[in-house]
Nanobody, 121 residues
Framework: QVRLVESGGGLVQAGGSLRLSCVVS????????MGWYRQAPGKQRELVAH???????NYADSVKGRFTISRDNSKNTVHLQMNSLKPDDTAVYYC???????????????WGQGTQVTVSS
């Protein structure tokens, strides 16, 4: 029932910018923490950024100062503004959201299908 759909990925030259978006749909419950992970070829999936429902954020050291995560709680949407992109940022970026799907159940983590970001030198 719950779907997370990312958009905004693509090909960009080093130093350029992209803005990723993720919309959560299919549930009457709103997400708590939302965030972005990425996975590059031959590497493990890593945290890029998280944002809580109240607004506090956390960033990986490798993107701090270049990326900005934000959310619109009324629209169940999270964004990732990516500036000063580097070739090392090349990866599949995955949106995540933690939310309940039933009133009686525990919250679970949900994932989008991912969107490819490629940064050329």
């Amino acid at each position: 029932q719950v779907r997370l759909v990312e958009s905004g990925g693509g090909l960009v030259q080093a130093g350029g910018s992209l803005r990723l978006s993720c919309v959560v749909s299919g549930s009457i419950f709103s997400p708590s923490t939302m965030g972005w992970y990425r996975q590059a070829p031959g590497k493990q999936r890593e945290l890029v950024a998280h944002i809580t429902g109240g607004g506090p954020t956390n960033y990986a050291d490798s993107v701090k100062g270049r990326f900005t995560i934000s959310r619109d709680n009324s629209k169940n949407t999270v964004h990732l503004q990516m500036n000063s992109l580097k070739p090392d940022d090349t990866a599949v970026y995955y949106c995540t959201a933690r939310l309940r799907t039933t009133t009686w159940g525990n919250a679970g983590d949900y994932w989008g299908q991912g969107t490819q970001v490629t940064v050329s030198s």
